[in-house]
């Protein structure tokens, strides 16, 4: 004998995506969440693409200030560059090295988008060393350590520090808290 | 109650027919056949309870004993989280060790080389916090990726060894070598392979 059965109830909620799996259901990550995880990668993208291109704008002065260095230690050098190619390899390898830091804030970053509450952690983490580099690169850049513009040092300096306190603000709103709860567990 | 006689007995009522006209009967399009049980004996035992999933449990237990029984974590994978914790913090500290004993003038390179250290640091304690619960992907990431890093550690005491060389940077050196060797065999020794069978 068959049953009545129950009107099948079309799906409440619009924002759910299925998993590749289809059996577990993953709601779309919020707004705060999305902008920290826009802004830690901006943030990555200033500090290894921008940083070294700001640094070669600089170089002549650079180079000039080395081999008057090197000319006020040992006389009999000649206060001049005989070749300047290795100077504009320091970018490149700055470049290079700053590459594996920027790994572990895109992992992170990619976590927290996930859901992973360990990923919030991490950055939260990396987030110490990085808003001191930012100092530290702040100090260098105004201080004459490294030549480069003032102006362009500026804007460097005051958007590289803007997302990173974005990103470490809007992942600790109620919302981005609330997703992490949800999903992480 | 009159029933149709009409009416086959997969069928929905007149009344079930008018109160839910769009509802799904899928006993009436797909019956259910018949098949001869004994035949096609079920893959386990129908009366025992199975195991339930439970995030971050044994998957060879079930469900009442992930709350019930302890796993006794085994000391040599503590002492290898020690271990790798050390690492993780061989790298700035030593850096921060290395410019109080060498005092050089301060420069870009040195606020790039304690970023660059700071963030390996964070990199390494989430691994060893991985590597303590219990995630076998975290004990292959520490050992791959630490092997890289150990390439470096060996240049730098290579280097070092060339010229004078202060105490305090000598031990550093050798710290950056010594700790994940010590890990990476803390992580592998018999008796730590259940420790890492629940990821």
């Not at chain 2, 008796?191 to 990821?199: A, E, P, V």
């Given at each position: 004998?068959?049953?009545?059965?129950?009107?099948?109830t079309p799906?409440?909620?619009e924002?759910v995506?299925?998993s590749?799996?289809?059996s577990?259901?993953?709601?779309d990550?919020?707004?705060?969440?999305?902008l920290?995880?826009?802004?830690w990668?901006a943030?990555v993208?200033?500090v290894?693409?921008?940083l070294?291109?700001?640094?070669?704008?600089?170089?002549?002065?650079?180079t000039?200030?080395?081999?008057?260095?090197?000319h006020l230690?040992?006389?009999?050098?000649?206060d001049?560059a005989?070749?300047d190619?290795?100077?504009?390899l320091?970018?490149?390898v700055l470049?290079v090295l700053?590459?594996?830091?920027a790994?572990?804030f895109?992992?992170g970053?990619m976590?927290?988008?996930?859901?992973?509450p360990?990923?919030?952690?991490?950055l939260?983490?990396l987030?110490v060393?990085g808003?001191?580099?930012v100092?530290?690169?702040?100090?260098s850049?105004?201080s004459?350590?490294?030549?480069?513009a003032?102006?362009?040092a500026?804007?460097w300096?005051?958007?590289t520090?803007?997302?990173t306190?974005?990103a470490?603000?809007?992942?600790?709103?109620p919302s981005?808290s609330?997703?992490l709860?949800?999903?992480?567990? | 109650?009159?029933?149709?006689?009409s009416r086959?007995p997969?069928q929905p009522?007149?009344?079930?027919?008018e109160?839910?006209?769009?509802?799904?009967y899928p006993q009436?399009?797909?019956?259910?056949a018949?098949?001869?049980?004994?035949q096609?004996?079920?893959?386990?035992?129908?009366?025992?309870?199975?195991?339930?999933?439970?995030h971050?449990?044994?998957?060879?237990?079930?469900?009442?004993?992930?709350?019930?029984?302890v796993?006794?974590r085994?000391?040599?994978?503590?002492?290898?989280s020690?271990?790798?914790?050390?690492t993780?913090?061989?790298?700035p500290?030593g850096?921060?060790?290395?410019?109080?004993v060498?005092?050089?003038?301060s420069?870009f390179?040195?606020?790039?080389?304690?970023?660059?250290?700071?963030?390996?640091?964070?990199?390494?304690i989430?691994?060893?916090?991985?590597?303590?619960n219990g995630s076998?992907?975290?004990?292959?990431v520490?050992?791959?990726?630490?092997?890289?890093v150990?390439?470096v550690?060996?240049?730098m005491?290579?280097?070092a060894?060339?010229?004078?060389v202060e105490?305090?940077?000598?031990?550093?050196?050798?710290?950056r070598l010594?700790?994940?060797l010590?890990?990476?065999?803390?992580?592998?020794?018999p008796?730590?392979?259940?420790?890492?069978?629940?990821?």
């Open positions: 004998m068959s049953e009545i059965l129950p009107r099948p799906p409440a909620v924002s995506v299925e590749p799996a289809g577990a259901v993953r709601p990550p919020p707004a705060a969440i999305v920290a995880f826009r802004c990668l943030g993208v200033l290894v693409l921008a070294p291109v700001l640094l070669l704008t600089g170089m002549g002065e650079l000039a200030d080395v081999w008057r260095r090197v230690a040992d006389p009999e050098v000649p001049q005989h070749s190619f290795g100077f504009f320091l970018p490149v470049l700053l590459l594996v830091p790994w572990f895109v992992a970053a976590r927290l988008r996930e859901g992973n360990a990923g919030r952690t991490a939260a983490g987030a060393p808003l001191a580099f100092l530290g690169s702040a100090w850049l105004f004459g350590v490294v030549f480069v003032r102006s362009a500026v804007v300096t005051a958007s520090a803007g997302v306190v974005v470490l603000v809007a992942m600790y709103r981005a609330e997703y709860r949800e999903v992480g567990e | 109650m009159t029933q149709d006689p086959q997969d009522s007149r009344y079930q027919a109160q839910y006209p769009q509802a799904q009436a399009q797909y019956p259910q018949q098949y001869p049980q004994s096609y004996p079920a893959p386990y035992p129908q009366g025992y309870p199975q195991a339930s999933p439970v971050g449990g044994y998957p060879a237990m079930r469900g009442v004993d992930q709350r019930t029984v796993v006794k085994p000391v040599a994978v503590s002492v290898g020690v271990f790798w914790l050390l993780a913090l061989s790298w500290v850096t921060v060790v290395r410019l109080a060498e005092r050089p003038p420069s390179g040195t606020i790039v080389t304690l970023f660059v250290t700071g963030c390996l640091a964070i990199g390494g989430v691994g060893a916090v991985y590597f303590h076998h992907q975290a004990r292959l520490l050992c791959g990726s630490w092997f890289v150990e390439i550690a060996l240049g005491l290579v280097s060894l060339r010229e004078t105490a305090g940077t000598l031990a550093v050196l050798v710290a010594a700790f994940p010590v890990a990476a065999v803390c992580g592998f020794l008796g730590t392979r259940h420790h890492f069978s629940g990821s």
